[in-house]
């Protein structure tokens, strides 16, 4: 594989608001979105799944209780069921009412105004392939044109779940996808090479500084989650770091 010295120029900012804006705002909303964009932020990570009737809609959880009105698991409601839910009372009074958005909601707000996006793919339970399917599916009907006319890029997939990002290169394989990790095994990144992956997205603490080297000679790119102290930040940039995912979006300053 090359290295991405030589490889196609990377597309996204290495400075990624996580979950939007998601401590400013109500995560995984619009409203985390505009605060984000806001504060001069381009580039957006955020968790998308399936509501029961196969809509693509942004939650974190697989349940409902921690950011929303409602209780139970996430893909047992309808997308109009759960485009009715308050998911920003929990968060502060300001955000009462706030929906949770469509993916269809977000990819109008991000190709409206040129923001790039990171789209972690957090399937309910048994809806792993589904999953990958309908959001890959979903990202070439909203992203193609913009894409084919040179005024956008192509979302990052990312998962933690194989056999979710499998699904979605069957699905559309153009799609850049990342696989995520919050430990290293033996055979991390041979999944990784397998999957057809371009990058992997690793818990901050396990980047290093000959991972790094290591992984950029085979051809893969390197981003870190959730890197919120200045001097982490500092270091894992100066060490190559390709993106850097955070939730301190109002005391950094994006960069390229």
């Given at each position: 594989?090359?290295?991405?010295?030589?490889?196609?120029?990377?597309?996204?900012?290495?400075?990624?608001?996580?979950?939007?804006?998601?401590?400013?705002?109500?995560e995984n909303t619009?409203?985390?979105?505009?605060?984000?964009?806001?504060?001069?932020?381009?580039?957006?990570?955020?968790?998308?799944?399936?509501?029961?009737?196969?809509?693509?809609?942004?939650?974190?959880?697989?349940?409902?209780?921690?950011?929303?009105?409602?209780?139970?698991?996430?893909?047992?409601?309808?997308?109009?069921?759960?485009?009715?839910?308050?998911?920003?009372?929990?968060?502060?009074?300001?955000?009462?009412?706030?929906?949770?958005?469509?993916?269809?909601?977000?990819?109008?707000?991000?190709?409206?105004?040129?923001?790039?996006?990171?789209?972690?793919?957090?399937?309910?339970?048994?809806?792993?392939?589904?999953?990958?399917?309908?959001?890959?599916?979903?990202?070439?009907?909203?992203?193609?044109?913009?894409?084919?006319?040179?005024?956008?890029?192509?979302?990052?997939?990312?998962?933690?779940?194989?056999?979710?990002?499998?699904?979605?290169?069957?699905?559309?394989?153009?799609?850049?996808?990342?696989?995520?990790?919050?430990?290293?095994?033996?055979?991390?990144?041979?999944?990784?090479?397998?999957?057809?992956?371009?990058?992997?997205?690793?818990?901050?603490?396990?980047?290093?500084?000959?991972?790094?080297?290591?992984?950029?000679?085979?051809?893969?790119?390197?981003?870190?989650?959730t890197v919120n102290?200045?001097?982490?930040?500092?270091?894992?940039?100066?060490?190559?770091?390709?993106?850097?995912?955070?939730?301190?979006?109002?005391?950094?300053?994006?960069?390229?």
């Amino acid at each position: 594989m090359p290295d991405p010295d030589t490889a196609t120029p990377w597309p996204y900012p290495r400075w990624i608001a996580h979950r939007g804006a998601g401590r400013l705002a109500p995560e995984n909303t619009l409203a985390a979105f505009r605060a984000g964009a806001a504060l001069g932020w381009r580039a957006f990570e955020c968790d998308v799944k399936l509501s029961a009737d196969g809509v693509p809609f942004l939650l974190h959880d697989d349940t409902l209780e921690r950011t929303t009105d409602a209780a139970g698991s996430a893909g047992d409601l309808n997308w109009g069921e759960l485009s009715r839910l308050d998911a920003g009372s929990w968060h502060s009074r300001v955000h009462a009412g706030e929906p949770p958005p469509s993916l269809d909601a977000v990819a109008a707000f991000c190709l409206r105004n040129g923001h790039l996006l990171n789209l972690e793919l957090k399937p309910v339970p048994g809806e792993e392939e589904r999953t990958g399917q309908v959001v890959a599916k979903t990202v070439r009907q909203r992203w193609g044109e913009a894409v084919r006319d040179g005024l956008s890029v192509w979302p990052l997939l990312s998962s933690f779940e194989p056999r979710t990002l499998a699904a979605a290169h069957e699905a559309v394989p153009e799609l850049p996808r990342a696989l995520l990790l919050d430990a290293l095994t033996p055979d991390c990144f041979d999944i990784a090479e397998r999957l057809d992956c371009v990058a992997v997205v690793l818990e901050e603490s396990l980047v290093t500084e000959d991972l790094v080297r290591t992984l950029h000679h085979d051809g893969l790119r390197v981003l870190a989650y959730t890197v919120n102290d200045a001097s982490r930040a500092e270091l894992l940039l100066d060490l190559g770091l390709d993106g850097l995912i955070t939730d301190a979006v109002d005391r950094f300053v994006p960069g390229i």
